[in-house]
Antibody
Framework: EVQLVESGGDLVQPGGSLRLSCAAS????????MHWVRQAPGKGLVWVSR????????NYAESVEGRFTISRDNAKNTLYLQMNSLRVEDTAIYYC???????????WGRGTLVTVSS | DIVMTQSPDSLAVSLGERATINCKSS????????????LSWYQQKPGQPPKLLIY???TRESGVPDRFSGSGSGTDFTLTISSLQPDDVAVYYC?????????FGQGTKVEI
């Protein structure tokens, strides 16, 4: 089955760190750019970061630049998001999404919840 | 960044009636060399991830019912549900994917 499964979400204190994972299966992971998108409780979708298929190009939203690091391990078919210096406003469900060769997102995981609170 | 603005924020439509959602981008998402609009629509039901409905502004994703259609070009786009079904109750988002950062509209909640 073609799917993405996120994990690693948790309750963390402000200033803390967390690493999210996104396990891909059912398709050739190394052929696709991948993205992280987040959704605060009751709010809309916000793009966070993307990484090229070979990891050579990376971009971040301004709100997370310098605090979050996206990476991937194509041998393990896994996408990561290292989140440091977490803030209350980073509280959200974090989704990973697959980029098609035409740039739109055609596959999403079910998400993992990150809660930043003291 | 390109700002995507949807209207209305919510709408209530009777079963079998038409629902129309608008999306406006702060700059054109039409790429002249290939004459394609880098605009997609997603449906999100409560507790679920977004689901791709439409890409290239008007191309329906495989498996999406033909009551869903997309139109528009440049900066103004529309998602139409021709005959609303109970399963269509959801929040709908437009997204531009021609520029980074990718940006989404704020969402439109469709109710019966």
């Amino acid at each position: 089955e073609v799917q993405l499964v996120e994990s690693g979400g948790d309750l963390v204190q402000p200033g803390g760190s967390l690493r999210l994972s996104c396990a891909a299966s059912g398709f050739t992971f190394s052929n696709h750019w991948m993205h992280w998108v987040r959704q605060a409780p009751g709010k809309g979708l916000v793009w966070v970061s993307r990484i090229k298929s070979d990891g050579s190009i990376i971009n971040y939203a301004e709100s997370v630049e310098g605090r979050f690091t996206i990476s991937r391990d194509n041998a393990k078919n896994t996408l990561y998001l290292q989140m440091n210096s977490l803030r209350v406003e980073d509280t959200a469900i974090y989704y990973c999404a697959r980029d098609t060769a035409s740039w739109y997102f055609d596959l999403w995981g079910r998400g993992t919840l990150v809660t930043v609170s003291s | 960044d390109i700002v995507m603005t949807q209207s209305p924020d919510s709408l209530a439509v009777s079963l079998g009636e038409r629902a129309t959602i608008n999306c406006k981008s702060s700059q054109s998402v039409l790429y002249s060399p290939n004459n394609r609009n880098y605009l997609s629509w997603y449906q999100q039901k409560p507790g679920q991830p977004p689901k791709l409905l439409i890409y290239w502004a008007s191309t329906r994703e495989s498996g999406v019912p033909d009551r869903f259609s997309g139109s528009g070009s440049g900066t103004d786009f529309t998602l139409t549900i021709s005959s609303l079904q109970p399963d269509d109750v959801a929040v709908y988002y437009c997204q531009q994917y021609g520029y980074t950062p990718r940006t989404f509209g704020q969402g439109t909640k469709v109710e019966i």
